[in-house]
């Protein structure tokens, strides 16, 4: 999988890595399968957004920030692992942070699921669980997490 020509066909490149904000790995395997730490809208060292969906982020800014959430997974296992060895995409787990009265949140885990499907293809097919959560670090409104099934 040439994944830097189908990000560059779609006007997509891959964010810096980040690094992780604590005492864990950003990307831990354990026999075939790939664990991606969470991931924030931060590109490049910038954190874009910051506040609770419903409030100071809209819907569409939060789906935008789920899209740069899931580059920075695929940023994580382009220099971690290489795609060459990604079979494909099991699972991901989205975190959101929102007013009481905001429930879109579907809408806006579309923004990773999206992006997996259009850059990775059918090895991007996954399933997910959404989770509204109080808070998150440094009051980011979303965060994502994912496994990935690497090649034996």
């Known amino acids: 999988m040439n994944l830097l020509s189908t ?5 997509l490149s891959l964010p810096e890595v980040s690094t992780p904000g604590g005492s864990y790995v950003s990307v831990n395997v ?39 959430c899931a580059l920075n997974v695929l940023s994580q ?3 971690k692992i290489g795609f060459e060895k990604v ?20 809408k806006v885990v579309n923004g990773a699921s999206d992006l997996f499907m259009k850059v990775l293809g059918e090895k991007g097919t996954h399933t997910r669980a959404i989770f509204g959560v109080e808070r998150l670090p440094k009051n980011f409104p979303v965060g994502l997490t994912t496994s990935f099934t690497l090649s034996h």
């Open 87 to 106: 079979e494909g995409l099991n699972h991901i787990d989205a975190y959101y942070q929102a007013i009481d009265i905001w429930d879109e949140g579907p």
């Open 77 to 79: 296992i382009h220099h």
């Open 7 to 11: 990000l560059s066909s779609l006007n």
């Open 30 to 68: 354990r026999g075939h399968v790939a664990y991606v730490a969470i991931q924030f809208p931060i590109l490049n060292g910038k954190f874009l957004l910051q506040g609770r969906l419903g409030d100071t982020i809209t819907t569409a800014q939060g789906y935008q920030a789920m899209e740069l």
